[in-house]
């Protein structure tokens, strides 16, 4: 096997480890900026970079904490769901929220493309992470419509998209539904156009 079909064998290999499978240690600095480097290998129309990632550091897990605790009680939760909000924070050895930034006044560039980006800034970011041995979980939640943890991590016109929780896998990554996705499950995913 040459070193084209090994990596497309891995990437082929990437599923999404949820947090409990996740051991550490997260990415450090340098792996983390890698991971965004090749995030900016996104087709961008525009060269517009309609996103970003914000690291969450241990130091700060206890403030986001305070903030998941905070928006569940704001939203009635029973004081279970508020606790189970507030451990939500701690989710993942390492933790990133991808922030994105849609504009909607480029003429030639409508917001769903530069969603696309943000999606394909995002499969590029969990792959390079899946390449350097990481299992990784694209997660959103109530947590990021909340209008304080939205004023803790957006700039003016930015959205909080979806957090990243990364670590070492603790089992390997597998598919969610095995049937639905190339056993037959895919049938109209590639065909020729008929004309
Ligand atoms: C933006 C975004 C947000 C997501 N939020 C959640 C979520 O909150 N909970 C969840 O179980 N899966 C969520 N998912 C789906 C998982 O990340 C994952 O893609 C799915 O479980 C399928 O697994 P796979 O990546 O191995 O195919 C989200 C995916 C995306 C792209």
Not at 50 to 72: I, K, S
Not at 126 to 148: E, Q, T, Y
Not at 158 to 165: D, G, Y
């Amino acid at each position: 096997m040459n070193a084209e079909e090994a990596l497309l064998g891995l990437l082929a290999r990437r599923y999404s480890v949820g947090p409990k499978y996740l051991a550490p240690p997260g990415p450090t600095a340098e792996q983390w900026a890698q991971a965004a480097a090749l995030a900016l290998r996104a087709p961008d129309h525009g060269g517009l970079r309609p996103f970003r990632f914000v690291v969450v550091g241990d130091a700060q897990r206890a403030a986001l904490a305070e903030l998941f605790a905070t928006g569940a009680k704001q939203r009635g939760r029973a004081s279970d769901e508020i606790e189970r909000a507030r451990a939500r924070a701690c989710n993942g050895p390492g933790l990133a929220a991808l922030v994105a930034r849609v504009r909607d006044d480029v003429p030639d560039v409508p917001p769903h493309e530069q969603w696309l980006c943000v999606g394909a800034a995002l499969m590029n970011f969990m792959n390079a992470l899946h390449l350097m041995g990481f299992g990784a979980k694209a997660l959103s939640g109530a947590s990021v419509s909340d209008p304080a943890v939205h004023t803790a991590f957006c700039r003016s016109g930015e959205r909080l998209a979806n957090w990243v929780v990364v670590g070492r896998p603790v089992r390997v990554g597998h598919p969610k539904d095995p049937a639905a996705k190339f056993a037959g499950g895919a049938d109209d995913l590639l065909l020729p156009w008929p004309g």
